[in-house]
C-alpha cells in the first residue's frame, strides 16, 4: 500500500505531504511517489493508487478525480519543417520558366544536367552547395572523358545561369535561396590541349577536298560548299535547288536542318533573322552547284535514300573516313566538320574582308560572335610582322653591330696592350 509522509519545509513554517509507493505493492518495485501541499489531496492520491495496484493512475483516472495537472503532456504535433531545395528541383523549375530557348535547346540542356550533373548534385540543397564542390565536380567530369569545352558548355549554358537565378529573389518576392554564385571566378580545369581544328593553308584544304572526292564526290561536293560558303551544318544540309541564284553567283539562305526531340525536320527559317542571307560562291563552286541543280530533287544534297542528310549518319559513314584519310596524308589536327566554317571566316578576316562583309558571311548578329569565337590566330601574319619590326629596327640594329664592332677592336687593343706590359715587367730569369 502506498504512505503518506508529511515534510515541513527548510523555514520550518510549511508542510507538505508525499505519497509514496513501491510499483507493483513488491519489496523489490521501483519506488515512485507525488508530494502535494494538501493532506486531503493527499489522501485522494492515495486511494487513486491502492485502487490501481499500487501503479500511477493512468491519465484518464488523474484527469476525472482532478489530477489533470499531474497527467504527462501529450505529445507535440511534429512540426513540418520546409524541405530545402535540391539542385534538381529548383534547375528543373529554372528550365520551366525560359521562354527564349526553342524546345530542342532546352531539351538538350536538360540531357546534360541528367547525364552529367544530377547524378552529383542533384539531390543537394542548392543552398548547400560550394565552390569546393563544383572545382570537384568539374575535376570528376575531366577524369570521366569530358572535354575541357564540353565542361565550360554545361557552365556557361546551364550551371551558371541555374546558380545565378537562384542568388534573386522569386518570382513572388520568396527570398534568394543563395549569397552567391560558386561557379564565379572558378576556373575551368586543366586539360590536355587539342589542335586547332581549322584549315590553315591552302595545302590542307587540298588534302582534305583531294580525300573527301575519294571517298564519296557526293559528300565531297556538300563539304566543298560548306567550307567555300562558310556555313552551317544545318544550313548545308536543307539547301533546296531553288536556293541557287545562278546570275548572281550566290546561295539563299531560307530554311534549316534542325534536330526536335531526337529528330532532324526542316524548319522553314533560319535561327535567326540575321541567318536570312546570300553567300556568295566562287566561280568553280558555283559551277558543282549549278550542275547539282540540274539533277537535284527537294535538297541539293541528298543521301543514299533520296532524303536530306541526317548529321549522325554523314558523320558515321562519310566524314569519319575522309578525316582519318586525310589525316594519313598530312593534315594535321583534329579537324571537324564545324572547323569548315571557322576555316573560312579566319581566311576571310586574314585577308582583310571589312567585319560589315564578315557579320554578314558568317549571319551573325553581332559581328563580336565573328571575332571572338570563329576568326583564329593564324601565322599568316608572321612575315608582316618581321618586315614591319625589322624596318623600325633597322636603324638601329646598324647602330649597334657597328658599337659591337667597335667595342671588340677596343678590347683587342686592350689586352695587346696588357700582354705587352706585363712582359716588359716580368723579373728577370722568370718563365714565360
Known sequence: MATIEKRTTKDGKNARWRVKWRNGGR?????????????????????????????????????????????????????????????????????????????????????????????TLGDVPIASITRRMMREWQTQMMASGLSRKTIANIRGESLFPIFRASCLPGEDEEPPLRTYNPLEGLALPEGPRFERDFLETPEQASILLTAAYEVDPEAADLLLTKLAGGLRWGEVAALP???????????????????????????????????????????????????????AGKFLFWAPRGNHWRYEDFYDWRWVKIRHLAESRGLRGHMTMHGLRHSLLTLLATEGLDLPGLKGVAGHAQVSTTMDVYVHHTTAHHEPVRRIVGGFLEAGIQAGEQQRAAGVMRAAEIRGRVHRATRQVRPTGARP
Not at 511517489?33 to 491502492?50: C, I, M, N, P, S
Open 241 to 295: 535547288p531553288e536556293a541557287v541564284r545562278k546570275h548572281l553567283g550566290t546561295i539563299e539562305i531560307r530554311q534549316v536542318l534542325r534536330k526536335v526531340e531526337r529528330r532532324w525536320v526542316v524548319e522553314p527559317k533560319p535561327k535567326t533573322k540575321n541567318g536570312y542571307r546570300q553567300v556568295p560562291l566562287h566561280p568553280l563552286v558555283m559551277h558543282v552547284v549549278n550542275q547539282r541543280v540540274e539533277k
Open 27 to 119: 519489496r523489490d518495485g521501483e519506488w515512485d511517489g507525488e508530494t502535494f501541499d494538501y493532506q486531503a489531496d493527499a489522501k485522494r492520491f492515495k486511494a487513486l493508487v491502492d485502487a490501481n495496484g499500487n501503479h500511477r493512475p493512468s491519465p484518464e483516472q488523474l484527469v476525472e478525480h482532478g489530477f489533470g495537472h499531474l497527467a504527462p503532456a501529450p505529445p507535440a504535433a511534429p512540426v513540418d519543417e520546409p524541405t530545402a531545395m535540391t539542385f534538381r528541383q529548383y534547375a528543373l523549375t529554372w528550365l520551366d520558366t525560359l521562354t527564349k530557348p526553342s524546345a530542342e535547346t532546352k531539351r538538350k540542356y536538360l540531357e546534360r544536367l541528367e547525364k552529367h550533373v544530377f547524378p
